[in-house]
């Protein structure tokens, strides 16, 4: 019935030419690190005090749940200055481990590495659990719980999409780390016990293409075109296009478990040379900052430093966005750290767009990968109307941004669901 | 520097409501450029001007009323006007009124659409009625008074289908149709009907355009469009009427300017594709009831209106989730969409042909000759049948014992406007027999109607058939001309009730008034000219002179209308001395002005630098007129 249904997904101009194809910078440590200690979303406990030494690789926090578990581990080697409040990319004041850089660079391993072909399911599983890999695509969920019981999984799906605008930095890791990438995802798959895998990649990244050619033909693995459409990375979105299903809640409904690309490459990195993940591929991109590239940080550098790495601001007003334009987050303040979920800082500058009243065109329910109807849902909103709330479904939202990115009266439609979503929450 | 916060997404689209506008102005500017162009060439440049002048009367009273609004409201005016559109709803407007409508109506109806339409409910995207559709429909329903007769052309294929209950058998299509000069003619523009329904194409490419870049969704036109095909092809079908009536009910009328200007209008439609689609099969099948059922010429207006208001319902009836619940929005679609065909299509068994094609269709297997050939004979046509629709009016001409001749006219089938209506008439020389109550002659003075079609009515061999006949005889209707074989049965019956009676009737004689001067010396090549001498005493030659006129009738050398007159030339002040008219061809009730005494008579005396005056209404006439004059001065100069 796709007559009845709009496209639910839009072309975007992804301004990717911006970073994609530049010399990725690896950043010189800062002197003073902020490690979270909500580690993606796992909150943890410091295993180190005030005054103590720790080396590059030492694990320095253990989560406090057994579900969200995602121990944390030293970028660099330095002194630990102590626990300090500051505002985290969430916009809340959260405790940080503030390390001090002693640039010696000492590192130990905190695991052996492990070859993935001779180990078992259940210790590979369990590897990825303490070598604490989460989904770097942007979730922070830790890896192992989507690998624990996979019943009736027929397919692994890689994500190497990263339909966000502007991002770049899984491109840049996929193509630097290649070798990684494959361990990686081969170590997926057997965890996954599917009988093939996918790994999913925009179409117009040929070079990109062709490499993962290189590396999966004669595997179990395939390579899987997307159109450049967003959000073709959504989980929901990607499996619809890739099987033709839909489901309700989680991807394993459908059969699919799915894993983005650099946590496949974080765990290949682990396997073969036992490092935990403390570095991230970034994208610092966006017409408000000079010189737009990707690089490569430790985990805890403050953006403000990153940002200087790039030239600075441009312009007078911008807008800072931990991660892409569409589903980023903007924060106006540069102090908040990289974490390990982080992928990218968009800076734009920042222009009022002219606009109207809704016209009610109905692009954004034509578009919303979710199928709702979001005019309707502002609508309701606005007048507070609980009974069409409720059956607007409104919890379906995944605050993908394309009903605002979409409006032609360039009204913040994804913001009015949100209004709707946290009322809601409080007449429940 | 500062940093700024700003809820994501912090990305938007190119395409703005502005832009979106500005694509929709184009397409109305470049409808409304084809509609000034084809009113200039066909029926002059006044016509022409008349389309400028009620744009610019539109667009400034939007405008205005913008203005005015925002400024009572305090706001800025320039930012109100830009984010309010009312300009787009003025070009529609105009582009959905008639070229006859009064200036201070569309002032009015703008007015009123701008305003009662649109800013009284809190402006731009909160309005429920389409207010160009508003507006409209106020002036058509309250100020039916608000034609100006001076600008006539002909009446629209939706006047002239609405007559006939929109419903035209197969055998009578093709002389129905042959006014517009058919379907291809139609579908490039070439008939006269509102200001913006002219041209099909331009109007679908139009719709491609908007569609390409987004700014429609193409479900409305799609679905609105392809279901009144259906409709009207099952309709014509139960009826014996062929898909060139489907095709007809869609180029006639304003269900292709509808269909891509209108029902597309996001505002007051629904905002879920399957909302749409049920609302553009309603709206579809609301659009074939009234054009079927109600007394209005064409249903596209009424029909988005009152469609409007069922959007928020259905609205509401598609809340949810368009993923989760596909299979409840499909099956509501299906359901509402099949309920509404059904009732259109059982309207549509009810639909009778009415006046003047009461009678059931000719049963002639071959559909109307093109080539008029020996009329060929159908169903009997009692001689009382009721004729009323004919509007038929005749004059005791003159009395010999007691055969008495009467000057009859009758509304014929053709598509001229004239002063008392929207019809052609036919004009007759009727002789009846007071003795028996028989008739004993009849001929055709003026045949207004189709030529190649329904003049097979006219041949003597079907003229003939009156002869002996009276009030209780029957005649055959002429097949394929059976519209133009009424209007002559409808005189010779009224005259055989008059001489019954005595009746003298009164007659209307047109009486000329001159507008415009005319030199004789004007340039009027267009008229194609010729005379022959006829005749020369002296100074004084006759020349028997031609020319094409302007009447819609096709005749052997193209598709005009010839008049032709004698026109007497003095040789020796090189001025005329008389005009007599031979043969009018041009339009009867309008053109004739022309031809009457008073309006000859000022051709006396006249040289080639002299000048006249153009005859109101009969402007094309008059020229056709002095074209032969002038082509006679200059004959007779050249004469030894
Ligand atoms: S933000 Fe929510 S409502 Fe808007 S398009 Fe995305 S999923 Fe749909
Ligand atoms: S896209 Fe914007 S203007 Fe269009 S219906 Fe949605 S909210 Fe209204």
């Given at each position: 019935m796709?007559?009845?249904?709009?496209?639910?997904?839009?072309h975007?101009?992804?301004?990717?030419e911006?970073?994609?194809?530049k010399?990725?910078?690896?950043?010189?440590?800062p002197?003073?690190?902020?490690?979270p200690?909500?580690n993606?979303?796992?909150?943890?406990t410091?295993?180190v005090?005030?005054g103590?030494?720790v080396?590059?690789?030492?694990?320095?926090?253990?989560p406090?749940d057994?579900?969200?578990?995602?121990?944390?581990?030293?970028p660099?080697?330095?002194?630990?200055?102590?626990?300090?409040?500051?505002?985290t990319?969430?916009l809340?004041p959260?405790?940080h481990?503030?390390?001090?850089?002693?640039?010696?660079?000492?590192?130990?391993?905190?695991f052996?590495?492990?070859?993935?072909e001779k180990?078992?399911?259940?210790?590979l599983?369990?590897?990825v659990?303490?070598?604490?890999?989460?989904?770097?695509?942007?979730?922070g969920?830790?890896?192992?719980?989507k690998y624990t019981k996979?019943e009736?999984?027929?397919?692994?799906?890689?994500?190497?999409?990263?339909c966000?605008?502007?991002?770049?930095?899984?491109y840049?890791?996929?193509m630097?780390?290649?070798k990684?990438?494959r361990t990686g995802?081969l170590?997926?798959?057997k965890?996954?016990?599917?009988p093939?895998g996918?790994?999913?990649v925009?179409?117009?990244?040929?070079?990109?293409?062709?490499?993962l050619?290189?590396?999966?033909?004669?595997?179990?693995i395939?390579?899987?075109?997307?159109?450049d459409?967003y959000p073709a990375g959504?989980?929901r979105?990607?499996?619809?296009?890739?099987t033709?299903?839909?489901?309700?809640?989680?991807?394993?409904?459908?059969g699919?478990?799915?894993?983005?690309?650099?946590?496949?490459?974080?765990?290949g990195?682990?396997?073969?040379?036992?490092?935990?993940?403390?570095?991230k591929?970034?994208?610092?991109?966006?017409d408000?900052v000079?010189?737009?590239k990707n690089?490569?940080?430790?985990?805890?550098?403050?953006?403000?430093?990153v940002?200087?790495?790039c030239?600075?601001y441009?312009?007078e007003?911008?807008?800072?966005?931990?991660?892409?334009?569409m589903?980023?987050?903007?924060?106006?303040n540069?102090?908040f750290?990289i974490?390990?979920?982080?992928?990218?800082l968009?800076v734009?500058?920042h222009?009022?767009?002219?606009?109207v009243?809704?016209?009610r065109c109905?692009?954004?329910?034509?578009?919303?990968?979710s199928?709702?109807?979001?005019v309707r849902?502002?609508?309701?909103?606005?007048?507070?109307?609980?009974?069409?709330l409720?059956?607007?479904?409104?919890?379906?939202?995944i605050?993908?941004?394309?009903c605002?990115?979409i409006?032609?009266s360039k009204?913040?439609?994804?913001e009015?669901?949100?209004?709707?979503?946290?009322?809601?929450a409080?007449?429940k | 520097?500062?940093?700024?916060f700003k809820?994501s997404?912090?990305?938007?689209n190119?395409?703005?409501?502005?832009?979106?506008?500005?694509d929709?102005?184009?397409?109305l500017?470049a409808?409304?450029?084809?509609?000034?162009?084809?009113?200039?060439?066909?029926y002059?440049?006044s016509y022409g001007?008349?389309?400028?002048i009620?744009?610019?009367i539109?667009?400034?009273?939007a405008?205005?009323?913008d203005?005015?609004?925002f400024?009572i409201?305090?706001?800025d005016?320039?930012t109100?006007?830009?984010?309010?559109f009312?300009?787009?709803?003025?070009?529609?407007?105009v582009l959905?009124?008639?070229?006859?409508?009064?200036y201070y109506?569309?002032?009015v109806a703008t007015?009123?659409a701008?305003?009662?339409?649109k800013?009284v409910?809190?402006?731009?995207?909160?309005?429920i009625?389409n207010?160009?559709?508003?507006?409209?429909?106020i002036?058509?329903?309250?100020f039916s008074?608000?034609?100006?007769a001076d600008?006539t052309?002909?009446?629209?294929?939706t006047?002239?289908a609405?007559?006939v209950?929109?419903?035209?058998p197969r055998?009578d299509?093709?002389?129905?149709?042959?006014?517009y000069g058919?379907?291809?003619?139609?579908?490039?523009g070439?008939?006269?009907?509102?200001?913006?329904?002219?041209?099909a194409?331009?109007?679908l490419?139009c719709g491609?355009f908007?569609i390409?870049?987004?700014?429609?969704d193409?479900?409305?036109?799609?679905f609105?469009?392809?279901?009144?095909f259906?409709?009207?092809?099952l309709i014509g079908?139960?009826?014996g009427?062929?898909?060139?009536?489907?095709?007809?009910?869609?180029?006639?009328?304003?269900?292709?300017?509808?269909?891509?200007?209108m029902?597309?209008d996001?505002?007051?439609?629904?905002?879920?594709?399957?909302?749409r689609?049920?609302?553009a099969?309603g709206?579809?099948?609301?659009?074939?009831i009234?054009r079927?059922k109600?007394?209005?010429?064409?249903g596209?207006?009424f029909?988005?209106?009152?469609?409007n208001m069922?959007?928020?319902?259905?609205?509401k009836?598609f809340?949810?989730?368009?993923?989760?619940?596909?299979?409840?929005?499909?099956?509501y679609?299906l359901?509402?969409?099949?309920?509404?065909v059904?009732?259109t299509?059982?309207?549509?068994?009810?639909?009778v042909?009415?006046e003047?094609a009461?009678?059931?269709?000719?049963?002639s297997?071959s559909?109307?000759?093109a080539?008029?050939?020996?009329?060929?004979?159908g169903e009997?046509?009692p001689?009382?049948?009721?004729?009323?629709a004919?509007k038929t009016?005749c004059v005791?001409?003159?009395?010999?014992?007691?055969?008495v001749?009467y000057?009859?006219?009758?509304?014929?089938?053709?598509?001229?406007t004239n002063?008392?209506g929207t019809y052609?008439r036919?004009?007759?020389?009727?002789?009846?027999d007071?003795?028996?109550g028989k008739a004993?002659?009849?001929?055709?003075?003026?045949?207004?109607?189709?030529?190649?079609?329904g003049?097979q009515?006219?041949?003597?061999?079907?003229?003939?058939?009156?002869?002996?006949?009276?009030?209780?005889?029957?005649?055959?209707?002429?097949?394929g001309?059976?519209?133009?074989?009424r209007?002559?049965?409808s005189?010779?019956?009224?005259?055989?009730?008059?001489?019954a009676?005595?009746?003298?009737?009164?007659?209307?004689?047109p009486?000329?008034n001159?507008?415009?001067?005319?030199?004789?010396?004007?340039n009027?090549?267009?008229?194609?000219p010729?005379?022959?001498?006829?005749?020369?005493?002296?100074?004084v030659?006759?020349?028997?002179?031609?020319?094409?006129?302007?009447?819609?009738?096709?005749n052997?050398?193209g598709?005009?209308?010839?008049?032709?007159?004698?026109?007497?030339?003095?040789k020796?002040?090189?001025?005329?001395?008389?005009?007599?008219?031979?043969n009018?061809?041009?339009?009867?009730?309008?053109?004739?002005?022309?031809t009457?005494?008073?309006a000859?008579?000022q051709?006396?005396?006249?040289?080639?630098?002299d000048?006249?005056?153009?005859?109101?209404g009969?402007?094309f006439?008059?020229?056709?007129i002095a074209?032969?004059?002038?082509?006679?001065?200059?004959a007779?100069?050249?004469?030894?």
């Amino acid at each position: 019935m796709s007559i009845l249904t709009g496209p639910m997904r839009f072309h975007l101009d992804g301004h990717k030419e911006l970073t994609a194809h530049k010399e990725v910078l690896f950043m010189p440590e800062p002197d003073d690190l902020y490690i979270p200690l909500v580690n993606g979303r796992a909150a943890c406990t410091p295993l180190v005090k005030e005054g103590d030494q720790v080396k590059a690789g030492q694990k320095i926090g253990e989560p406090t749940d057994a579900f969200w578990y995602v121990p944390i581990f030293s970028p660099v080697s330095g002194t630990v200055v102590g626990i300090e409040k500051r505002m985290t990319a969430a916009l809340k004041p959260g405790e940080h481990l503030h390390i001090r850089n002693d640039h010696k660079g000492t590192t130990v391993q905190p695991f052996a590495p492990m070859d993935y072909e001779k180990a078992s399911r259940e210790e590979l599983l369990e590897f990825v659990k303490q070598a604490g890999m989460a989904g770097l695509g942007g979730a922070g969920f830790p890896t192992f719980n989507k690998y624990t019981k996979p019943e009736g999984i027929d397919l692994l799906i890689v994500n190497a999409v990263e339909c966000e605008p502007y991002l770049t930095a899984d491109y840049a890791n996929s193509m630097a780390n290649a070798k990684l990438m494959r361990t990686g995802v081969l170590a997926l798959l057997k965890l996954s016990n599917a009988p093939k895998g996918l790994v999913a990649v925009k179409e117009d990244k040929k070079d990109l293409i062709a490499l993962l050619h290189e590396q999966f033909d004669g595997t179990k693995i395939e390579v899987a075109e997307v159109p450049d459409i967003y959000p073709a990375g959504w989980e929901r979105t990607l499996i619809f296009m890739l099987t033709g299903k839909r489901y309700d809640r989680l991807p394993a409904e459908a059969g699919c478990i799915l894993n983005n690309v650099s946590t496949a490459i974080a765990l290949g990195n682990a396997l073969e040379n036992g490092m935990p993940i403390t570095k991230k591929y970034l994208t610092v991109s966006g017409d408000g900052v000079k010189d737009p590239k990707n690089v490569v940080v430790s985990v805890g550098t403050p953006a403000s430093a990153v940002i200087a790495q790039c030239g600075g601001y441009e312009g007078e007003d911008c807008l800072l966005i931990a991660g892409g334009p569409m589903m980023g987050r903007t924060i106006p303040n540069d102090q908040f750290v990289i974490g390990i979920a982080n992928n990218g800082l968009t800076v734009l500058q920042h222009r009022e767009p002219f606009s109207v009243k809704c016209l009610r065109c109905g692009k954004c329910t034509e578009t919303c990968p979710s199928g709702l109807v979001p005019v309707r849902i502002n609508m309701a909103e606005q007048i507070k109307d609980i009974d069409s709330l409720k059956k607007l479904s409104i919890m379906d939202c995944i605050e993908c941004g394309l009903c605002t990115y979409i409006c032609p009266s360039k009204l913040d439609v994804t913001e009015g669901i949100r209004r709707a979503k946290r009322y809601m929450a409080l007449v429940k | 520097m500062k940093l700024t916060f700003k809820p994501s997404p912090n990305y938007r689209n190119k395409q703005s409501t502005l832009l979106i506008m500005r694509d929709l102005t184009m397409c109305l500017v470049a409808v409304l450029l084809y509609s000034i162009i084809f009113y200039s060439a066909k029926y002059g440049a006044s016509y022409g001007l008349r389309v400028v002048i009620h744009t610019v009367i539109a667009v400034g009273c939007a405008l205005a009323c913008d203005a005015v609004f925002f400024k009572i409201m305090k706001k800025d005016i320039k930012t109100g006007i830009l984010s309010s559109f009312s300009w787009v709803t003025a070009l529609i407007l105009v582009l959905i009124s008639r070229i006859d409508t009064a200036y201070y109506a569309m002032a009015v109806a703008t007015i009123i659409a701008v305003f009662f339409g649109k800013l009284v409910f809190g402006g731009f995207g909160q309005n429920i009625f389409n207010p160009a559709a508003l507006g409209a429909a106020i002036i058509m329903t309250n100020f039916s008074a608000s034609y100006v007769a001076d600008f006539t052309t002909g009446a629209t294929p939706t006047t002239s289908a609405s007559s006939v209950g929109w419903m035209i058998p197969r055998a009578d299509f093709a002389e129905f149709i042959a006014q517009y000069g058919g379907l291809g003619n139609m579908f490039f523009g070439q008939y006269a009907s509102t200001m913006g329904s002219t041209c099909a194409l331009l109007i679908l490419v139009c719709g491609a355009f908007l569609i390409w870049r987004r700014d429609i969704d193409w479900q409305l036109p799609v679905f609105y469009i392809g279901t009144i095909f259906v409709e009207a092809l099952l309709i014509g079908l139960m009826h014996g009427a062929g898909i060139e009536y489907a095709l007809f009910f869609l180029l006639a009328g304003g269900i292709l300017f509808g269909g891509v200007f209108m029902v597309t209008d996001p505002v007051t439609t629904p905002v879920t594709i399957p909302g749409r689609v049920l609302w553009a099969i309603g709206a579809a099948s609301l659009t074939v009831i009234i054009r079927a059922k109600a007394n209005l010429s064409d249903g596209v207006l009424f029909a988005i209106l009152l469609m409007n208001m069922l959007t928020p319902a259905i609205d509401k009836l598609f809340d949810g989730n368009q993923i989760k619940d596909a299979v409840k929005f499909r099956n509501y679609v299906l359901i509402g969409g099949a309920a509404s065909v059904a009732v259109t299509l059982l309207t549509g068994i009810a639909v009778v042909p009415k006046e003047p094609a009461a009678a059931a269709p000719a049963a002639s297997a071959s559909a109307a000759p093109a080539a008029p050939a020996e009329p060929s004979f159908g169903e009997a046509l009692p001689m009382n049948y009721n004729f009323n629709a004919n509007k038929t009016e005749c004059v005791l001409d003159g009395q010999e014992g007691d055969i008495v001749r009467y000057a009859c006219s009758a509304k014929g089938f053709g598509l001229v406007t004239n002063a008392e209506g929207t019809y052609s008439r036919n004009e007759a020389m009727v002789t009846v027999d007071k003795s028996t109550g028989k008739a004993t002659s009849v001929n055709i003075i003026t045949f207004g109607d189709t030529a190649g079609i329904g003049d097979q009515a006219t041949s003597e061999k079907a003229l003939a058939q009156f002869e002996g006949k009276g009030l209780d005889d029957e005649v055959n209707l002429v097949t394929g001309a059976t519209f133009t074989t009424r209007s002559i049965a409808s005189m010779v019956q009224k005259a055989i009730q008059m001489a019954a009676n005595g009746e003298e009737g009164t007659r209307t004689a047109p009486e000329a008034n001159f507008g415009d001067a005319l030199p004789m010396s004007y340039n009027f090549n267009a008229n194609k000219p010729e005379c022959v001498l006829d005749g020369r005493e002296g100074d004084v030659i006759r020349y028997a002179c031609s020319a094409k006129g302007f009447g819609l009738v096709t005749n052997a050398e193209g598709t005009y209308s010839k008049n032709e007159a004698m026109v007497v030339v003095d040789k020796s002040t090189g001025k005329v001395t008389s005009v007599n008219i031979i043969n009018f061809g041009d339009t009867a009730g309008i053109g004739d002005m022309a031809t009457g005494e008073k309006a000859l008579a000022q051709f006396e005396g006249k040289g080639v630098d002299d000048e006249v005056n153009l005859v109101t209404g009969a402007t094309f006439t008059t020229r056709s007129i002095a074209s032969m004059v002038q082509t006679a001065l200059k004959a007779a100069a050249m004469e030894e």
